[in-house]
């Protein structure tokens, strides 16, 4: 198949990690005789610098024509100051809803040689696999703002159809797993968070009436989490609640850099992109995990290529590289050697083998 992949690299350690990205995802490709034209675009901070905003029109017209985008990371202190005009997560909030991509899917995983790489013990963590399903262009992060220098306000809010979508979305894919659903809100306080359980739970019965439903209150969630991992099978929750809890459970796994995720909408286009930031504190040292941004590759040719051989070659690659020891700075113990960012992306494209 051809296909034409955006590749937004972004700051800080976004260039190094989507490299490596990149070079697995064309291996992969190679292996499997598809043509992928890969077109480089300016995004975030480094686009700032460049054309003067975070998502210049060329590079929105850039993603409009491509069937998937590979995303590194975006942000740095150089524009972070708080009368800053433009920032670098302005661009990324307006690439999500200018391509509709609702859904953001954060895979959490244990790999059974990393059990010692988490802070959390290992008969806690062992056969964890969990899948967030995090609302991504609502709630808080949307709303109105407003501040002066005596006040400042954020508006949060969410109409049913947008929890009914997400809630489909999650419903489906717990379906497609064990047929657990936990659904995570604030109704204790939020009305925001009291439309999202009602929805929620209307939607399971009539539709999903096979899964499981949980309702979890955000801060016993963020407890359960890290108390009884192994419990859950999919999550479903609303923008900023998702964005925190999935930090916490990328702790599972034992980085925050081998996490994956896949932001989709209603078509096939994708955005694909590891959860961490830009990382300034380790930028340019050639030492980041680059395993996040190798499994987003193998979730974009899932998703948005419809690949499914593909994508499981390039994940048991990885998983044989973390088998054979493949572990960056982030991973190893303290004093224990650690593989550069390069070599850690080599011992992947080393172990890609075709299905037998
Ligand atoms: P961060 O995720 O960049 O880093 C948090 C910690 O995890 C740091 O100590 C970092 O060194 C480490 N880390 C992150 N990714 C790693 C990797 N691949 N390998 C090894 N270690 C890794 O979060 P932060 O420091 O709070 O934010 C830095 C910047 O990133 C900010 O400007 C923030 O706005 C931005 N940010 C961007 C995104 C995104 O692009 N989607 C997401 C979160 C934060």
């Not at 969630?221 to 009884?228: P, Q, S, V, W």
Request: charged letters at 25%; one cysteine or more; aromatic letters at 4%.
């Amino acid at each position: 198949m051809r296909a034409r992949i955006a590749v937004l690299a972004g700051d800080g350690i976004g260039p190094e990690v989507t490299e490596e990205g990149v070079r697995c995802l064309t291996a992969v490709a190679t292996l499997f005789q598809h043509e992928l034209e890969l077109c480089p675009l300016a995004f975030g901070g480094a686009a700032i610098d460049s054309e003067g905003e975070p998502l210049p029109a060329t590079t929105l017209q850039g993603v409009r024509s491509a069937d998937a985008v590979l995303l590194g990371a975006i942000g740095g202190p150089q524009w972070s100051g708080s009368d800053a005009r433009l920032r670098p997560e302005a661009g990324l909030l307006r690439l999500r809803r200018e391509l509709g991509t609702f859904a953001n899917l954060r895979p959490v995983r244990v790999h059974p040689q990393l059990l010692d790489a988490s802070t959390l013990k290992a008969e806690v963590i062992s056969g964890v696999d969990l899948v967030f399903v995090r609302e991504l262009t609502g709630g808080i992060y949307f709303g109105e703002k407003h501040r002066d220098s005596a006040s400042a306000r954020d508006e949060c809010s969410y109409s049913a159809a947008e929890i009914e979508r997400i809630v489909r979305v999650a419903g489906q894919l717990a379906r497609s797993r064990r047929r657990r659903l936990a659904s995570i809100d604030k109704s204790n306080v939020l009305e925001t968070s009291r439309l999202w359980r009602e929805v929620t739970q209307r939607v399971m019965e009539r539709e999903f009436a096979e899964v499981r439903l949980e309702h979890l209150l955000v801060d016993a969630a963020a407890m359960h989490l890290i108390r009884r991992p192994r419990d859950f099978d999919v999550l479903v929750t609303e923008n900023m609640f998702g964005d925190i809890l999935t930090d916490e459970a990328s702790m599972l796994a034992g980085s925050l850099g081998l996490l994956p995720s896949a932001s989709l909408g209603e078509g096939r286009r994708g955005i694909y992109e590891p959860i961490h930031g830009s990382a300034p504190d380790i930028a340019g040292r050639g030492i980041a995990n680059p395993y996040g941004s190798i499994l987003s590759a193998a979730l974009l040719m899932r998703h948005s290529l419809g690949l499914e051989a593909e994508a499981a070659v390039l994940e048991q690659a990885v998983a044989d590289a973390l088998t054979a020891g493949a572990r960056t700075a982030d991973l190893v113990r303290p004093g224990e050697p650690a593989c550069s960012t390069r070599e850690a992306g080599q011992a992947v494209l080393s172990r890609l083998r075709p299905p037998e």
